[in-house]
């Protein structure tokens, strides 16, 4: 029967082990953030920081390509309203504009591609990151599945088992039990 207890205290023993490096693992993969009970992983901020720069720049270009768009549609409404005059005046900077959308667009397909390149780089880190996290938990469960059920000491605990029901069969006797309670309690005499 000690000997269970020892078994016992053993599995107890390794799962608690199991349980601390899984904290120090989380709290070095999700270090608590600024005084607070919270915990962020050690990459959050600088691939949110990546992926706002990335897009900052294909947001700057759709940007100008946006204004030089209304700036063509002022000048093109203007056009319509004006005299003649005015008119090959405004064609003139009709032309240049409508250049500078084509450059303008030219750059925004290439911050797109960029973007998307980016992007897909800093998304695959993200999930190499998950993935570590995803591992780490799936490690710490088997290990310690493995230490609670572990079949290590099964011959131990087999012998245990087979100790309890050899002395429950000879210790134990119903009749010699219900004789005892009947005796104490007056039943016979």
Not at 83 to 94: I, V
Request: with cysteine; aromatic share 12%.
């Amino acid at each position: 029967m000690p000997y269970h207890a020892e078994l016992i205290k053993v599995r107890v023993k390794n799962i608690e082990e199991i349980i601390v490096t899984y904290r120090t693992q989380v709290e070095q993969m999700y270090p608590r953030t600024h005084f607070s009970f919270t915990h962020k992983h050690h990459r959050t901020d600088v691939m949110r920081n990546l992926f706002k720069a990335a897009y900052a720049l294909l947001s700057d270009s759709l940007n100008k390509l946006e204004q030089l768009r209304q700036k063509k549609k002022e000048i093109e409404i203007a056009q319509e309203d004006d005299d003649s005059q005015y008119q090959a005046e405004q064609q003139e900077t009709l032309e240049i504009i409508t250049e500078k959308i084509e450059r303008a667009q030219k750059v925004y397909n290439q911050e797109k591609e960029t973007y998307r390149k980016r992007a897909k780089q800093y998304y695959e880190d993200c999930q190499r990151f998950e993935k570590e996290r995803l591992d780490l938990i799936q490690e710490t469960l088997l290990k310690f599945i493995k230490a609670a059920f572990s079949f290590e000491s099964v011959t131990e605990q087999r012998q245990i088992y087979e100790d309890l029901v050899s002395m429950l069969k000879i210790q134990q006797n119903s009749l010699v039990d219900l004789n005892f309670w009947a005796q104490n309690y007056g039943v016979y005499d």
